[in-house]
T-cell receptor, first 109, second 115 residues
Framework: LAKTTQPISMDSYEGQEVNITCSHNNIATNDYITWYQQFPSQGPRFIIQGYKTKVTNEVASLFIPADRKSSTLSLPRVSLSDTAVYYCLVGARDDKIIFGKGTRLHILP | DSGVTQTPKHLITATGQRVTLRCSPRSGDLSVYWYQQSLDQGLQFLIQYYNGEERAKGNILERFSAQQFPDLHSELNLSSLELGDSALYFC??????????????FGSGTRLTVV
């Protein structure tokens, strides 16, 4: 099981770009990296998924270096509504999917 | 609407009682996962079913059990409830057996309060 490490919390201001880095040193060859967003009292929501290099969608970008031992979720020009918990998840070889505590992102006005 | 339906949305019950939470996965998804989230805690994986069979087990208590029916909906049964079982219970579904590579779709959860 690929364990992930993320910062417990981050603060940023509206309009800024926010980068959240996740470490996953023992990622397996066929594992994808997926990020989820969770608002209070709601289920997590899929944000973005990637395997290598860079992936971009309408919400975020995901940067993955060549060694794939880390990944960075980039949220452009955040707003107050981006305040949430962000989870990094790496493919589970034994299907025991562990989300961890995630990163609590707090956007300030 | 994510396509994953959980009922009921809220449940209040007394200690010692038994409850059943229900989940209908997104159309076409074969896997159902159950998670527990207590106040300010991360998502604790309980159990996964794939096409009717138990696929993976997390730290699920012996007082808890689940099953997935032929129509792919799933039920989580919680018995001999304790105050500490109060939490949000989420169901998620995925098309394949390994959600980390396919992606999960979560329901909106059932908030269980044990008094």
């Amino acid at each position: 099981l690929a364990k992930t490490t993320q910062p417990i919390s981050m603060d940023s201001y509206e309009g800024q770009e926010v980068n959240i880095t996740c470490s996953h040193n023992n990622i397996a060859t066929n594992d994808y990296i997926t990020w989820y967003q969770q608002f209070p009292s709601q289920g997590p929501r899929f944000i973005i998924q990637g395997y290598k290099t860079k992936v971009t969608n309408e919400v975020a970008s995901l940067f993955i270096p060549a060694d794939r031992k880390s990944s960075t979720l980039s949220l452009p020009r955040v707003s107050l509504s981006d305040t949430a918990v962000y989870y990094c998840l790496v493919g589970a070889r034994d299907d025991k999917i562990i989300f961890g505590k995630g990163t609590r992102l707090h956007i300030l006005p | 609407d994510s396509g994953v339906t959980q009922t009921p949305k809220h449940l209040i019950t007394a200690t010692g009682q038994r409850v059943t939470l229900r989940c209908s996965p997104r159309s076409g998804d074969l896997s159902v996962y159950w998670y527990q989230q207590s106040l300010d805690q991360g998502l604790q994986f309980l159990i996964q079913y794939y096409n009717g069979e138990e696929r993976a087990k997390g730290n699920i208590l012996e007082r808890f059990s689940a099953q997935q029916f032929p129509d792919l909906h799933s039920e989580l049964n919680l018995s001999s409830l304790e105050l500490g079982d109060s939490a949000l219970y989420f169901c998620a579904s995925s098309v394949g057996g390994t959600a980390a590579n396919y992606g999960y779709t979560f329901g909106s959860g059932t908030r269980l309060t044990v008094v």
